[in-house]
């Protein structure tokens, strides 16, 4: 591993800027980290066969005195669930092997226009059910750390790529958790942003209402960075917020200082069970919360009492509307068609799509379609909304009293691979602290909180804050981000074992 893989985005970028390297070099050498470790790690279902001729796109404009923007020449690793127009789009599943979309999501497109540099396509499990990603149609992926474990889900690719030293940047996407358990189980930062603060123009949805798309990173200044380029109003999509979003890299600057923790009132929740939660998980939660007192943070006591239902509610929100996006994939407008000969159209989308999804997706949809019928309607569906209701009120009422809540960000450490794939509950439960986020709208981050003591393993520290509020998540966990890695006297990432000493190849 050559030192470029080895910089932070920001750090990338200021060598760019500088002159200092090429986005040629730049690209080419995490290229080759891909081609050293990939094979391993199979963070990638795709590597982009235009990346170097981005590059070189990229250090001719620079060379022309052209106005790029910050991360200009940086390259970016993409969550296969967003559409791209010069790479396949599968969302991790067989139906849509090999599709090719006429257009880019919002979000890539605004990457592209920035300079960024799109060295591939992650793996995920399919259609972003799951938090392991062996739900992947194409295999899993592993988790750097250690490579009999997971990396999380559903965008395991877009961490694994991001701990690996793949890529220095990632995009991926957040219904339940996907950015923010992965982030936990790798050492990594990942964001999941107001609802409607990220465009989700061509995401290939999950569940519409609590889709969102943010950033995977090594550092919370790189996720700002990448914020500020993908973030902002998209008049593709309807649910897209017209707010005026401060520079969320500005933010993270100033939270480095460590100021934003004299006085931050942090919000633990009473009713979160200490149970359901590994020790080691728990440890690293309470050391971090001292660490922020110790510089002047106040930790109260708050009251969530329907937090511990939003894993409940959520089966039912996201299996319904799920069911509802996925009736797309019919074998006439999109991937897959399984050809019946005699049959009706029927006889060919039920063998489409029997042979198109997976185990977890016919689940999901089965489960879905059944909440949505009538007569089932309100007593699932409409339950489920009323629980939605009642977790957005205890938001409400907790951050009346605090300015961000702290949980841990999962409740184990990376499990092994295979370890929870036939228990779907036990799959479930890795988002119980995750999922009421997204139930709310509620901007939240995880940043690596240290290394569980069993085990060795990273464990990440989850910070909530009000609706579009993002700015204030970048403050404090880039003050507590600085606290810790001083502490640690490094980068957490520098102990993965897996990559060898230093995180080098193996
Ligand atoms: N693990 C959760 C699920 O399986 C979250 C997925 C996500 O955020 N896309 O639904």
Redesign the pocket.
Known sequence: MTDLTKLSAAALADKLSAGEVSSVEATQAHLDRIAAVDADVHAFLHVSEHALDVAADIDRRRAAGDDLGPLAGVPLAIKD?LVTTDMPSTSGSKILEGYMSPYDATVVARSRAAGLVPLGKTN??E?????STE?SAYGPTRNPWDLSRIPG???GGSAAAVAAFEAPLALG???????R?PAHVTGTVGI?PTYGGVSRYGAIA??SS??QVGPVTRTVLDAGLLHDVIGGHDPHDSTSLAHDWPSFAAAAREGATGEVLKGLKVGVIRELPDSGFQAGVSESFRAALAAMESQGAEIVEISAPHFEYGVAA??LI?PAEASSNLAKFDSVRFGLRVDVPGGTVEDVMAKTRDAGFGE?VKR?IILGTYALSAGYYDAYYGSAQKVRTLIQQDFADAFSKVDVIATPSAPTTAFKLGEKIDDPLQ??L??VT??PA?LAGVPGISIPSGLASEDGLPVGIQFLAPAHEDARLYRVGAALESLLVDSWGGPLLDRAPALGANGGAR
């Open positions: 669930v995920m499990d259609f972003a059910m799951g938090s739900h889900g559903s965008g996407s957040d219904t339940g958790g996907s950015i358990q999941k999950l569940a609590l889709d959520y089966y996201l977890e999901r799959m479930y890795n988002d995750t999922i997204n």
